[in-house]
């Protein structure tokens, strides 16, 4: 069974760093590309960033470009969102979400998310 | 505004059908695949249709999908209680940078 368990999620001042992990199993980690989706309160789907299998290719939605980095570590089945400065638009639930494949291929399975609150 | 235009609501009474559209405003867009997924209250994104009309293993088949030129439509039957959720459609957008895209969403009510 595929699980995703994400964690870190917190809340947190504007400007600040935050770090979200996603602990996943049941599943051949490293032949999938995986991806953070959020979702705002009362807002819709938006995906944040992709992180090919190989660690080799990463995309990043314009929001968060040169603010957020995402990484993995195959060895641990680990996948890491790395956040600086943060904004209050920042604040979402942030999902750890697996591609159906290694590529741009669509999500199949979702985490249960970790909140994120940005503000003072 | 997003380059994938859904309507913001429909309603249907349960047994009937309905219909969701998902205008594509990107021809990077209109190149590739469309998924579909359902958000049901309290609950995580479920896949329902991938790559325009196929169903992942489990997905009823009262639901379908179907893209045609720049507009995509999530088809379904049998409307029931169940179904009451927002939907989303999302594909990959490979223009000046890769990104993946959703549509606004849509909320269904099932009268």
């Known amino acids: 069974e595929v699980q995703l368990v994400e964690s870190g999620g917190t809340l947190i001042q504007p400007g600040g760093s935050l770090r979200l992990s996603c602990a996943a199993a049941g599943f051949n980690f490293r032949t999938y590309s995986m991806n953070w989706v959020r979702q705002a309160p009362g807002k819709g789907l938006e995906w944040v960033s992709f992180i090919s299998g190989s660690r080799t290719t990463m995309y990043y939605a314009d929001s968060v470009q040169g603010r957020f980095t995402v990484s993995r570590d195959n060895a641990q089945n680990l996948l890491y969102l790395q956040m600086n400065s943060l904004r209050a638009e920042d604040t979402a639930v942030y999902y750890c979400?697996?591609?159906?494949?290694?590529?741009?291929?669509?999500?199949?399975?979702w985490g249960q998310g970790t909140l994120v609150t940005v503000s003072s | 505004q997003s380059v994938l235009t859904q309507p913001p609501s429909v309603s249907a009474a349960p047994g009937q059908s309905v219909t969701i559209s998902c205008s594509i405003g990107s021809s990077y867009i209109g190149r590739n695949y469309v998924a579909w997924y359902q958000l049901l209250p309290g609950t995580t994104p479920k896949l329902l249709i991938y790559d325009n009309n196929k169903r992942p293993s489990g997905i009823p088949d009262r639901f379908s999908g179907s893209k045609s030129g720049a507009s995509a439509t999530l088809s379904i039957t049998g409307l029931q209680p169940g179904d009451e959720a927002d939907y989303y459609c999302g594909a990959w957008d490979s223009g000046l940078s890769v990104v993946w895209v959703f549509g606004g969403g849509t909320s269904l009510t099932v009268l």
């Open positions: 979400v697996r591609s159906a494949a290694d590529g741009d291929r669509p999500f199949d399975y």
